[in-house]
């Protein structure tokens, strides 16, 4: 086939055309892309180039009760150097004097820096690594160095700022301040008050532009941030520094010696329910103990013979006994169906008050007693016990509170030895905290309180929120029964058959339960059989100011393992401390009301201090300290024997002064 001159032009006008209309769909593009799709690409193409970056904001501290750093935060600086964009007259004039400034800061010689800057300007490296975790002295101290001094772009000098979070007290509460991290993912971790109050401490993050650069890293644009970052409020927590090391190195010693698994001992202050010390060890492979888990308020477990408090309570408040009623410890075993109730002392104690048996802590004796008195309707006592909130968790901040076991009739593991085993502490679960708060509960007249760990959180010196004593139950039973478990508690201490006699003290009065639970029980293994060693109580006994529970789990058994021989001393050590601590208040309720008596004392002895004795004076029935202050002020020398008035003196009255230099008194 041939082509004629028209076919040839009219394939040309095709191709033209087609040329055309393919540059009017180029065209159109372009305008499409720089109007309809502009924003869209020049975004993407920002993103290559530009980012927008996080700033984690400056978070706010966590203060003791007395203002002590319990958790700061401090800032960290990693200084870069961009080659780039320093000239080369400012660059040969500045880096022989940076590298001497940068050598005498950080201590390595002046030819290591010199060579890093140098390196840096040959390969044009615009990230070069000169310090890390410096402190905000140190950066303001390295800004003035030569070259640096002339700013991001003229100097090459990259700041790069992030924070970290430091406890000044170490290992001590670490467990308790705890911490809050973010995953990649945004999931919270939050452990101890830093997680509880992270919603106050964290503040608002800021935003800052960031300029990509060779080897996909980020250099910041300017001087300035976009959106400045907005620092977390401080929190004042109820924690007293010195209760804290205190109770810490109390529980310390005291796991060290009885070679304990772990273990954990709470103070709070009684009428607030400010938790003042909190302290959890655990035990390492190598023997040595670290806050490792927060025990005291997440760990739910038998609490053994402490829990015979509650039941007491339970079954007075039912009418079903009272402290003297007497039951038969038959010899120290019971039975009951096929299982066995034993007493930790051989043959028992025989016919005893029921009061007797909470201060020896007889196990038969609850048992038998609470099983017999509610057999036939045992949805009486679970319910007793419930309504006592002994199945409610305390609703703490602190994520991970341990939740209570507390069975009726009809439940899953309910059977007809619940009653029996519930009676002295088995069978049912509670956290440190949760007996504690109940044992509080009766040393303050029966109101149940939240325990608290927080008192208030401040911006500077501006509060913005305040936390007051929260009640959670006005009246856990009634007063007459408080009244009698508190001198059940006291005898515990104070009687010589008591459970916890070995822990009283002449300058300090306790009062508190020994609690031994089994641990371990159902295995037939006796190695693996362990022991729970508690004691919960108060002081002192007569004016309760602190609640305290210590509890330690498998102390070796070679050492020991019974409540008042492993936790007990833990106890009386951190209650003797805090109150050798603390300054004696007298409260006088009113001066104007006079005694007659003192009224008429203090004459007689102002009537003789008028003299001018020249005879050794009666001194006969005169109290001690009104003699002692007679005979120093007339230049006698005094010793004093017994307390009280004056029995006998050694010089006898009407003896010439002359030769006394020295009298001994005998009081009584």
Known sequence: MSFTPKHILIRLYLVAGGMFLFALAVMFKMVNIQTADGDKYRELALQRTEKMFTIEPTRGNLYSEDGSLLATSVSRYTIRFDAVTVSAANFEAGVGPLSSALSEMLGKPVSHYENILRKARASKDRYALIARNLDYTQYKTIKEFPLFKLGPFKGGMIAEQKIVREHPLGKIAERSVGYERFDENGYATRVGLEGAFGRYLRGI??????????????????????IEPQDGYDVISTIDINIQDIAHHALLAQLEHYKAEHGSVIVMETATGEIKAISNLGRTEQDTYYERLNYAIGESHEPGSTFKLMSLIAAMEDGKLDTGTVVDTEKGVWKIYDRVVRDSRRGGYGKISVGKAFEVSSNTAFAKMIHEN?????????????AMGLDKELGMPIKGEGVPVLRSPGEKGWSGISLAWMSHGYEV??????????????????????????????????????????????????????????????NVVASPEGTGHGLESPFLSLAGKTGTAQKNYASRDPDKLGYISTFAGYFPADNPQYSCIVVIHEPDKSVGYYGADVAGPVFNSVASKITSNKPVETRLKSLAVASAGLDLQYAGYYTLAQKQFEEVPDLEGMSGMDAVSLLENLGVEVEIRGNGKVKKQSVSKGTDLKGVKKIILELS
């Open 429 to 490: 679960s509670l956290t440190p905290l949760q007996t504690l708060a109940f044992y509080n509960a009766i040393a303050n007249d029966g109101e149940l309180v939240r325990p608290r760990l927080i008192k208030e959180v401040r911006e500077w010196n501006r509060t913005v929120a305040r936390f007051e004593k929260e009640v959670l139950n006005p009246a856990i039973c009634s007063q007459e029964t408080v009244k009698k478990v508190q001198q059940l508690l006291r």
């Open 205 to 226: 993050e800021g935003k800052r532009l960031k300029q990509k650069i060779a080897k996909g890293q980020w250099k910041p644009i300017g001087l300035d941030n976009i």
């Open 374 to 386: 509610y057999k036939n309707n045992p949805a009486e006592f679970t319910d007793r016990l419930r």
